[in-house]
């Protein structure tokens, strides 16, 4: 292993695979190495105060490294990758705090989607909500228009589309959120902390503390008069009606 860090630029990313080609100079010449950024390394990583969070690598970002030659061959292959920064990344950041609207592509990777910004290549996980419509295999490469979200956290930045398709039992919530509608909620089981619940035909899940029940016992298939006090697209809360 070298013993010198080696600083090179993300040239090409495998989100599925989570690799990458890192491409450097060494004595003025251009060379490119293979690295992964697996989760399991990253948190070895971690563990070792090597580098301070998990990072979602994009093409573009400047990166350090340790060189391992890993065969007789003397194949090579980047180690201890630790990101730098991406000015590509830190000028798409700047742009969302004034204009917070970009043009990419939806893509799948490792049974999860990114949206890939149109520009810069680089990919954002999409944050999607528990009660959206899955994406059609025709929606996949099309264009969507999409805001960044955790700006604040670069490390943890993600995306969120202007245009989502939801299930017809989450319009129905919406609607009683605004109505104050009481509902019948089933019993889906009891923890010693929470009564976990099933509104709309089983499609969104919900709970209620114990402490703030205190009617008769419960058991799973009973149903309870709840009202939707706090409803996202990422999160529901609901209330006993006693």
């Known amino acids: ?10 040239s090409f990313v495998n989100h599925e695979k989570k690799t990458m080609i890192i491409t ?25 105060k090597k580098i301070k969070q998990i990072h979602q690598f994009h093409v573009g970002d400047t990166v350090q490294f340790q060189l391992n030659i890993i065969d007789t061959g003397n194949r090579a292959q980047a180690a201890e990758i630790r990101f730098l920064y991406n000015n590509a990344l830190d000028q798409l950041i700047h742009k969302a705090r004034t204009e917070n609207n970009f043009i990419g592509y939806l893509k799948l990777a490792d049974d999860n989607f990114f949206v890939k910004e149109i520009d810069s290549y680089l990919f954002f996980p999409l944050q999607l909500s528990p009660w959206q419509l899955p994406f059609t295999e025709k929606e996949l490469n099309e264009a969507v228009s999409f805001s960044l979200e955790n700006l604040e956290n670069p490390e943890k930045i993600s995306a969120r589309l202007y245009v989502n398709h939801y299930f017809p039992e989450y319009h129905s919530a919406v609607k ?21 619940l ?18 008769p016992a419960l058991k799973p298939g009973d149903t309870l008069p709840v009202r939707i006090s706090y409803l996202s697209e990422k999160r529901i809360v609901v209330e006993w009606v006693a």
Not at 176 to 196: F, M, Q, R, S
Not at 198 to 215: C, E, H, M, P, S
């Open 176 to 196: 009683a959120h605004k109505t104050a509608t009481v509902l019948e909620a089933k019993v889906d089981k009891i923890t010693p902390h929470g009564i976990y």
């Open 198 to 215: 099933r509104l709309f035909g089983n499609v969104i899940q919900a709970k209620i503390a114990v402490a703030d029940y205190t009617g």
């Open 1 to 10: 292993m070298n013993s010198l860090p080696i600083t090179g630029s993300v």
């Open 24 to 48: 450097y100079l060494e004595n003025d010449k251009k060379k490119t190495v293979n690295g992964s950024f697996a989760d399991k390394i990253q948190e070895k990583l971690k563990a070792a």
